[in-house]
């Protein structure tokens, strides 16, 4: 599997597989093409963490909404698409709160 970048900061060492930032640019453009808007895009990232080595496979959009000033997310968007990646990726797992 290759990798796009790798980079080691204070011993923790993480890999980014190709698609996770082609996703992520692709997510923002249709979004700023469909809404017009360019804030932030929401999403989830996939991979494996082996100690302190963390490698991103994939990532993927997530609808989100605004009520009362609180972001909420499509939490069954969210719940379909985990399974639909760990069910061809047995390892792989939702990094998303190593990056909050």
Known sequence: MATT???STAQVIYKVHPLVPLNISEHWTRNKGQTKRTDNVFGIVMG??????????NSFPVPCEERGGKLFVDEEHYTQRVEQCQYILILINDLSHLIR
């Open 5 to 7: 970048s790798t980079k």
């Open 48 to 57: 494996v963490q082996n100690g302190r080595e963390i490698e991103v496979h």
